[in-house]
C-alpha cells in the first residue's frame, strides 16, 4: 500500500469548491458614485510657491476607490495616479499622495466632486505651503 504524505481524501460536509482559494481578487461592486469626473485643481493660496493657473484633472470613481489623474488618455505618457484613496457609502472621500506631495479630502453628491487639500499644518506628508481646491463633474459613468 502507497501513501502520499499531505494528501487526505476529501470530506463530505463541504464542496470542493469552498475549499479551493480564489486566484483572483473579485471587483469591487458598482456604486451610483462610479464614473469618470472631469474638473479643476485650482490654488486656494497666491504663494511664490503656488502656481497661478488652474489644472485640468480626472478622477476615477470605481467601487470604494477613487484616483487622481492629469490625463485620462490611456496612451498618455503623463497618465499616472497623482492621488488616491476611499469613498465612502454616504460620498465623503480622502485621497492619499502617489505622486503629489499632500493629502486631501471632499464629498461626492450627486454628479459633483468638491475636495481640497488637507491644511499644511494637519498634513505630515505635505513639504511646502501650496494649497488646491477640486472641482469635477461626472461625464460618463462606469
Known amino acids: 500500500m502507497l501513501l502520499l504524505a499531505g494528501c487526505a ?3 463530505s460536509d463541504a ?3 469552498s475549499r479551493a482559494a480564489p486566484l483572483e481578487q473579485a471587483p469591487a461592486p458598482a456604486t451610483p458614485l462610479d464614473g469618470w469626473y472631469e474638473g479643476r485643481q485650482l490654488p486656494v493660496g497666491q504663494t511664490a510657491l503656488c502656481r497661478g493657473q488652474e489644472k485640468k484633472v480626472w478622477f ?3 467601487g470604494q476607490e477613487i484616483e ?3 490625463s485620462r488618455h490611456r496612451r498618455s505618457a503623463v497618465r499616472h495616479i497623482l492621488l488616491d484613496g476611499s469613498v ?3 460620498g465623503r472621500v480622502v485621497l ?3 505622486a503629489l506631495d499632500r493629502s486631501a479630502s471632499g464629498l461626492i453628491r ?3 466632486l468638491m475636495a481640497a487639500d488637507i491644511p499644511p499644518e494637519m498634513d505630515v506628508v505635505r513639504r511646502h505651503s501650496c494649497t488646491y ?3 469635477a463633474t461626472r461625464q460618463q459613468a462606469e
Do not use: F, N
Open 9 to 11: 481524501a476529501p470530506s
Open 15 to 17: 464542496p470542493l469548491q
Open 60 to 62: 476615477r470613481v470605481h
Open 68 to 70: 487622481m489623474y492629469a
Open 88 to 90: 465612502a457609502a454616504d
Open 96 to 98: 492619499r499622495p502617489q
Open 110 to 112: 450627486g454628479d459633483q
Open 133 to 135: 481646491r477640486y472641482e
